[in-house]
């Protein structure tokens, strides 16, 4: 009696083992497709959006591996939806710039002719002691060493120090014009336009990337 009780333990133990594994597996092969599906920026997440991602999908994984309770079907179920959704997200976000700017947030100025622009550090959420120490890891000492700093998304500054050329700016994402962008160039919706004609297209939608370099807009097609 007591050998079969053991013996009976110790297939219990392995079968849970095994569903254990089971969903590990799964749980890995879904992570590799919607990295390779959605792109390669969940590796090194650029946005909050894409951090977001790859918390939930960890926190499905991993609440769900140990739970006996929930069987490999409804566990595949879960895990089709929630591509699903990065995939959704991941389409509107490509072609509704409003979308993605709510999502991802925009870029701003945070320092102009060497003064600090308070609202748009304030609503980036970027305190003085931050500012300061984001200039020093770029080597600048003193905000009136800079014409212009410009907060990206994903945290990192674009610094253009005085007699400096404005650096490169996608200004054209996907077909989408980064309104935002224009402010920081001093350049406006006309210009982006007649550039873009000038150069063949039909239209911004035509347009791959617009890349702003050196007071000129260089772009490629979204169609080979």
């Known amino acids: 009696m007591h050998v079969f009780l053991f013996i009976t333990s110790i297939a219990r133990k392995a ?24 792109g390669k920026g969940n590796l090194a997440p650029s946005t909050a ?4 991602q790859n918390y939930v999908l960890g926190g499905i994984i991993g609440g769900f591996i140990y739970n006996n309770d929930i069987h490999i079907l409804e566990y595949l179920a879960i895990l089709f939806i ?19 700017q709510i999502l991802d947030g925009i870029a701003l100025i ?4 060497g003064n600090i622009l308070y609202e748009n550090c304030r609503k980036q959420g970027l305190s003085g002691h931050e500012l300061a120490f984001k200039l020093r890891t770029n080597h600048i000492y003193s905000v009136s060493e800079v014409k212009r700093v410009v907060y990206e998304q994903n945290g990192q500054l674009i610094i253009v120090k005085y007699g400096e050329e404005n650096p490169r700016f996608p200004l054209i994402t996907d077909g989408q014009l980064q309104k935002n962008i224009l402010h920081v160039i001093g350049k406006d919706i ?19 990337l617009g890349e702003y370099r050196d007071g000129r807009l260089y772009c490629y097609p979204r169609k080979s």
């Open 110 to 113: 945070v320092v102009e002719d």
């Open 15 to 38: 079968c849970g083992i095994s569903l254990v594994g089971g969903k590990l597996f799964i749980g890995f092969l879904a992570l590799i497709f919607v990295i390779n599906i959605s």
């Open 190 to 208: 006309d210009w982006v336009k007649k550039e873009v004609e000038r150069q063949g297209y039909s239209s911004i939608h035509a347009v791959y």
């Open 82 to 100: 929630w591509c699903g959704l990065v995939l959704l997200l991941r389409y509107v976000k490509v072609h509704n710039v409003r979308v993605k």
């Open 49 to 52: 959006s894409d951090a977001v």
